[in-house]
């Protein structure tokens, strides 16, 4: 049993919406008070600011994703023509492309395993020969 944060009454756990499924963690709202809660939320002033929010968290991490590839580019030269300087170098696929290079980059770990990098001169003569 477990007690809802909106009603405070105490529901069977089936009555909780999966929150993190795969870690067995489920929302603090029962089922019955959830739609309430999102539309009181998401309508007007909360709205607003969950979305300011939503911009900031975006852009600190898009930051720090920013300065994480530069600092692995500092340290790696290109494989294929020795190219050291950071600015002029280019992620591209070891093998076929099957998603963005961004996309590696957030849901990989071990993101580098799948790309190369290439100076922008490299990877336009591979393009246009
Ligand atoms: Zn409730």
Known sequence: MKVCNHCLKEKDE????????????????CKDCQPVFNKIYYEGDAKKKH?????????VAREAAREHVYEY??????????????RV???HHVSEKDMAIINKYTSHKNWMAFLKLACVDILLQRIFG
């Not at 580019?73 to 950071?86: N, T």
């Open 89 to 91: 170098l280019e992620f």
């Open 14 to 29: 089936n009555e909780f919406n999966w929150r993190y499924k795969a870690l067995g963690v489920r929302n603090k709202t």
């Open 51 to 59: 979305l300011k929010q939503v911009k900031e968290r975006t852009a």
């Open 73 to 86: 580019l500092l340290h790696h030269p290109s494989e294929l023509c020795g190219e050291a300087d950071p």
